[in-house]
């Protein structure tokens, strides 16, 4: 008995140990991550510095980071060559823009992060990113591959100028459904062929497979419920594919998969369940449901037509199962 308690106290004893050791990794990480990013912010400060602003020659300062380079690598190993040096460089450039005197408060992300958002030229564009990235907590990975869906161009459609300007200032603001909703939606992460054949119960099962990357696609504060959820009236059985909550708008988001052209028979089903679900489901407190049907293909008018004046509850997204390149993204957008 006494060694039973003594292990169980040497137990709780490690698990204690475990989470300070988990804990303060954490912290450690950060802090020399946010130091080496400051680091490299302001060596690139001192090159152009000593460029005196871009006015000497850029030979001459290609010169200078040559010899820079051999100095530093000899000194402190790796990491100085000129082609990074002329990143930092870089780095300050498009940075000291935007940020205070306080530079370890302004940067939350990777270096490599950084590197990536560096790349794109648009200011506004690269500020969405920014904050997206620090606010959904994305990985380097994670971060290309929204950039690659053209998450800014599809959420950018549906803004007036106003709200784009606003959008790159603040990212993704949740204040309404439609905010919430992309169109189109980028599944490329279920590894189907664009042109296969599947059902959509092969469709929800991939999603609920890759549930991870399905929520991180749809947007923020998504949490998943449930699939394949029942709803019976007068001994008739319907189900919903997915039944998701949204914690931002605190509201359940139902979600139907079509794997073909969406029809009116599709919409009244999708508010069906919705008026299910604010009447019998959903507490007094909560926000009415948001329907989203996802289809292959869909006529504008016919969504038009279908759903009432004013709707804000019902939308209809395509999915494209195959990631199409930037090009491929703007010409769809620009068909909207």
């Known amino acids: 008995m006494a060694k039973k308690v003594a292990n169980h106290r040497e137990d709780a004893l490690y698990s204690q140990i475990a989470s300070i050791l988990e ?20 060596i690139g400060r001192s090159i152009v510095e000593n460029e005196q602003k871009g006015s000497i020659r850029a030979e001459y300062g290609k010169e200078v980071l040559k010899n820079l380079s051999a100095r530093l690598t000899a000194n402190y190993g790796k990491g100085f060559s000129q082609r990074n040096l002329e990143q930092m460089r870089q780095f300050f450039l498009i940075y000291s823009k935007e940020i205070s005197q306080t530079v370890s408060a302004e940067f939350t992300l990777s270096y490599s992060h950084y590197l990536f958002l560096m790349r794109i030229d648009n200011p506004d564009e690269r500020k969405f990113y920014e904050i997206e990235a620090k606010n959904s907590n994305w990985s380097l990975r994670e971060l290309k591959r929204q950039f690659d869906s053209a998450l800014y161009e599809r959420l950018a459609v549906s803004k007036d100028k106003e709200s784009v300007r606003e959008l790159s200032k603040k990212g993704c603001i949740v204040e309404s459904p439609a905010d919430i909703v992309k169109d189109p939606y980028i599944l490329e992460f279920l590894g189907l062929p664009e042109q296969s054949e599947y059902s959509e119960t092969e469709l929800e ?7 991870e990357s399905f929520l991180l696609e749809l947007g923020k504060g998504y949490t998943f419920v449930g699939r394949q959820s029942r709803i019976t009236l007068d001994e008739k059985h319907f189900f919903v594919d997915l039944v998701l909550y949204n914690r931002l708008l605190q509201c359940f988001v139902l979600v139907d998969l079509k794997i073909g052209e969406l029809t009116h028979q599709d919409l009244g089903q999708m508010q069906m369940y919705v008026h299910y679900y604010d009447r019998f489901v959903k507490l007094p407190h909560e926000n009415n449901t948001i329907g989203i049907v996802l289809c292959k293909k869909k006529s504008d008018s016919l969504v038009e037509i279908t759903l009432p004046e004013g709707n804000s509850q019902i939308f209809a997204s395509k999915y494209q199962t195959v990631l199409p390149n ?7 957008i620009e068909e909207k």
């Open 23 to 42: 804990q303060n990794r954490k912290s450690v990480a950060v802090a020399v991550n946010t130091a080496m990013v400051r680091t490299y912010y302001e």
């Open 205 to 211: 099962s991939k999603l609920i497979d890759k549930l």
């Open 326 to 332: 930037k090009e491929q993204l703007i010409e769809l």
